[in-house]
């Protein structure tokens, strides 16, 4: 039986929470993250299901992700520890067949449980697996720009998304479909997590005013190169607020979409 702790999963898990601490998004415990694992690689790791404890959701989980596993970083976890101890920092749940009870096989050695976020996660997988089944990540940061970028505009999907397009040539390349935007609404609650699930069903990327942002892929990469495209590109519109000469033309942006064969949300670029 191979040691889950050396497993590809928490390997990139930790890599990558690093990664974003140092790029400064996620102060203390800032920041959460979901992956899941299908049942073939688990039981790589565990031939059988052996639980050491049950904690519960608080909430129903969705029918299509009963029985599924997910690894989870940890409420009240900073993720500048995690790649020093992923065992703590870190959790491989399997979700009970009524969806109330997440299963403990590994991790939060410490005592503890998944993110306060998990509902938000939980109903954006299930959100996004009804529109892609390879989808595996949900990520959550607190990116600086892009939270003053939200800060600066009013909360519409439209608008946000125009002015990220505008801005940098990649975004409308790497986000087609376009942000999602939230106002600002007290995290870690059942509500923010059906708002965000909500908007998932049409985007991988959503925005939490005043807050921070939501991004999900089939891979950690996937998720990751949204959330920093709209944060570098947030970065560029933040800094060059009110002083901008060249933002970039409708037809540039057109004649981008077309290139690069992608279909963009309508409604955002004059056609
Ligand atoms: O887990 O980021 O949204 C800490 C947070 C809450
Ligand atoms: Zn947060």
Redesign the pocket.
């Known amino acids: 039986m191979k040691n889950f702790l050396e497993s590809c999963f928490v390997k990139e898990v930790s890599e990558i929470t690093n990664n974003m601490y140092r790029q400064g998004w996620d102060e203390r415990?800032?920041?959460?993250i979901s992956y899941l694992i299908d049942e073939e690689y688990v039981r790589e790791y565990f031939p059988k299901d052996v639980f050491l404890r049950d904690i519960e959701l608080g909430f129903t989980a969705d029918e299509s992700l009963k029985n599924k596993y997910f690894l989870v970083t940890g409420?009240g976890k900073y993720f500048k520890n995690v790649i020093k101890d992923p065992e703590s920092n870190l959790g491989l749940v399997k979700i009970d067949n009524n969806g109330h009870v997440a299963h403990l096989l590994w991790g939060y050695k410490d005592g503890g449980k998944m993110?306060?976020?998990f509902p938000a996660h939980l109903m954006s997988h299930a959100a996004r697996l009804k529109v892609n089944q390879k989808n595996r990540v949900v990520m959550?940061t607190?990116p600086t720009y892009t939270i003053c970028m939200g800060a600066c505009l009013p909360t519409d999907d439209v608008i946000f998304t125009r002015k990220l397009w505008k801005s940098n040539t990649e975004a409308v390349v790497v986000f087609p479909e376009g942000i999602g935007v939230l106002p600002c609404m007290i995290?870690?609650t059942n509500e923010i997590g059906e708002a965000t699930a909500k908007k998932m069903e049409e985007y991988r990327l959503v925005s939490w005013t005043n807050?921070?942002i939501y991004g999900v892929g089939e891979t950690i990469d996937e998720a990751f190169g949204l959330i920093e495209t709209v944060e570098k590109t947030a970065q560029i519109y933040m800094i060059s607020l009110g002083h901008v000469v060249n933002e970039i033309p409708d037809e540039v942006i057109l004649g981008l979409a077309k290139l690069w064969i992608v279909k963009i949300k309508p409604g955002v670029i004059d056609e």
Do not use: A
């Open positions: 415990n800032g920041g959460n409420t993110t306060s976020e959550h607190h995290c870690g807050h921070g």
